[in-house]
């Protein structure tokens, strides 16, 4: 391991990044607050100023996969395709098979400069963590409880209310749910032979629902479908702890846009069509796990800079302040805390 290698995975490098990461978005959430009183007067301001906040917040995590492990994401499409991405709204369907699935398609969001205001389907329970749940409240994140009765109003009135929203979005969709594994694909292909539904190799049944009302409820809103298909070379098997220690992945991912004009109305036709989607998109790893490359030409959007530099930012306006106090310690002259500060160095090595 060089030199830039082993410092990558010092745990004190880790501990920065955690200091930074948790003040600032304490700090943006606090902000945030106090935004709530432009909502009523002027609510497309307030959306506005919250997408930058959300920003501030997303892009840290973005810029550990981009810069800090060097991760790479070759994307591969239709050049015809490729232009228009990031400038109209789009339902992204991933699937769900990595740890850092969201991450790819926060970096994919990133690329195209529509991080800020980018959407997700996201568990009730996420809106009450702070720092990244409370961001995402601020910015009309869609919220389910997985129980459909429940969320069938809910969700869709939470999707009518971003038909209105002012910046381009990507709304990100897990349509299967849940991570894969092995016990939950042969969980889930028991429920398809029950259902008479073809079986998927290398996908869980997607949950057709969700998605049949986020079109229905976007539509003419929302101009394309982007199926995401993500892998990673050499049978890789990326983590959120590899990325914190500076490990560099490859991910090749498929990007298919349709439009939506090409997605059913109706709800039944609506949920066969993603059926159909999902058996293309297990085809498509099956032919990459055979040849090592997704069809189509692959492109490389360019890396841009305003994940580092708000990092940068927040980061040389949070450690001083830090390390003024860690000095203040020491000079302090207690042998309790001289004691306490030497075993956490020792701890950090």
Known sequence: MDLIGLLKSQFLCHLVFCYVFIASGLIINTIQLFTLLLWPI??????????????????QLVMLLEWW???????????QAYPQFGKENAIVVLNHKFEIDFLCGWSLAERFGVLGGSKVLAKKE??????????????EMVFCTRKWEQDRKT????????????????????CEGTRFTEKKHQISMQVAQAKGLPSLKYHLLPRTKGFAVTVR???????????????????????LLGVLNGKKYHADLYVRRIPLEEVPEDEDECS????KLYQEKDAFQEEYYRTGTFPETPMVPPRRPWTLLNWLFWASLLLY???????????????LTL???????????
């Open 42 to 59: 002027n609510k497309q301001l307030f959306r506005k100023i919250n997408c930058r906040l959300s920003y501030c917040i997303s892009s």
């Open 339 to 349: 004691a306490s500060f030497v075993l956490v160095f020792f701890v950090g090595l």
């Open 272 to 275: 066969a069509w993603l059926h």
């Open 217 to 239: 409820s976007l539509r003419n809103v929302v101009s394309a479908v982007y199926d995401c298909t993500l892998n990673f070379r050499n049978n890789e098997n990326p983590t």
């Open 155 to 174: 969700v869709s009135r939470s999707l009518l209310h971003l038909r209105d929203y002012p910046e381009k979005y990507f709304f990100l969709i897990h």
């Open 69 to 79: 492990s060097g991760t790479e994401c070759i994307i591969h499409t239709d050049p």
């Open 126 to 139: 996420l809106a009450y963590v702070p720092i990244i749940g409370w961001m995402w409240y601020f910015t």
């Open 321 to 335: 302040p830090f390390f003024r106090f860690l000095v203040n310690m020491v000079s302090s002259g207690s042998s």
